[in-house]
């Protein structure tokens, strides 16, 4: 019997975590299992998202973040919280954003301390800010930009550090590897610390659909961020072909590039590696839009029976 990832990752001073629902943790004994099983940490995938968590102004909702949150502790598994601003699935009553620069500041300062400030002790990283920079490197103009400028980032990490004590990230995709966006992360970042915000890390997404970033470019990336003092994670990693150009033998093609990953990650110091869901039957790439019409739609290390696949028996190995 091979060892579990955890156990694996555990010698490596690495974690393997997973993105996990309320719903299968509470009504799926298999998903707990494995879960518990074979991952040392955990991210909310969506119960911490402002939209989810605040059902009218004033109110929160914290019984599925709650649910995660004492599986984790439960199971000594360490957690992400995910996230404190995006630019989506923000509450209804928010849009179409009636509220004034200095509501919205308010508003949003409160949500911080709130939310950052009930989890203190039990959340270790928190995504703070998610997708903040456009695909064309510029900063993404949303509501928060708009109200509070091009500094914006600065006053949440300031928030969320003055709440929590959890490291701080900012997150992104399409920065994995090396090209303009990534560029843009690393000047952002950078900018930050220069400026002595409380940031720690730096999260990179890495959901690999069609497009594959060269694990080369993603060590590479990952190095000149730590050599800002930075943590770095893969945090949102699954992977899935496009169904018209899909190699021959997918699963194959899939495990290559979750074990090229693994050993970037672990040779160039990073942290972490998160998947985004626990098993294919979980997963977001299912249910999205027509992502499974337009994509092999069996993303991650466990396929819907909670078998391992053969990206888990890479992964496992890539570790060991
Ligand atoms: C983004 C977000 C995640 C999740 C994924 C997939 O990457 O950061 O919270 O929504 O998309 O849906």
Redesign the pocket.
């Known amino acids: 019997m091979p060892e579990t990832l955890r156990a694996l990752a555990a010698d490596r001073e690495f974690d393997v975590g997973a993105?996990v629902a309320a719903a299968p943790l509470t009504n799926d004994l298999e998903y707990r299992t494995t879960l518990r099983r074979e991952f040392s940490m955990l991210t909310t995938?969506?119960a911490l998202?402002m939209g989810p968590l605040r059902p009218a102004p004033g109110e929160f909702d914290f019984a599925a973040a709650d649910a995660i949150v004492g599986f984790a502790e439960a199971n000594d598994m360490r957690v992400r919280g995910?996230?404190l601003l995006?630019h989506?699935?923000t509450p209804d009553w928010l849009r179409p954003w009636e509220y004034g620069g200095d509501e919205l500041r308010a508003l949003l300062r409160a949500h911080v301390q709130t939310v950052a400030g009930r989890y203190r002790g039990r959340i270790d990283a928190w995504?703070v800010v998610?997708?903040a920079v456009a695909d064309d490197g510029s900063m993404r103009e949303t509501p928060w930009y708009d109200a509070m400028g091009e500094r914006y980032l600065d006053r949440v990490f300031e928030w969320a550090a003055a709440a929590s004590d959890a490291d701080l990230f900012y997150?992104?995709?399409g920065a994995e590897g090396l090209g303009g966006k990534s560029d843009a992360v690393y000047d952002l970042v950078s900018g930050m610390l220069d400026r002595g915000v409380p940031i720690d890390g730096v999260g990179l997404?890495l959901?690999a659909l069609g497009d594959r970033p060269d694990p080369d470019d993603v060590a590479a990336n990952i190095e000149r961020l730590r050599d800002l003092g930075l943590d770095v994670q893969i945090?949102?990693m699954?992977v899935a072909f496009p169904r018209e150009s899909a190699p021959d033998d997918p699963l194959a093609a899939q495990a290559d590039y979750y074990r090229e990953i693994t050993d970037a990650a672990l040779d160039a110091g990073a942290g972490a590696l998160v998947t985004?869901g626990v098993d294919d039957g979980h997963s977001?790439?299912r249910s999205?839009g027509s992502l499974p019409q337009k994509y092999t739609a069996d993303p991650l290390l466990f396929d819907d029976d909670y078998e391992p696949k053969p990206a888990y028996a890479a992964v496992n190995e890539a570790l060991a």
């Open positions: 993105a995938e969506n998202k995910h996230a995006w989506r699935m995504d998610n997708e997150n992104d995709y997404q959901h945090t949102e699954d985004w977001w790439v999205h």
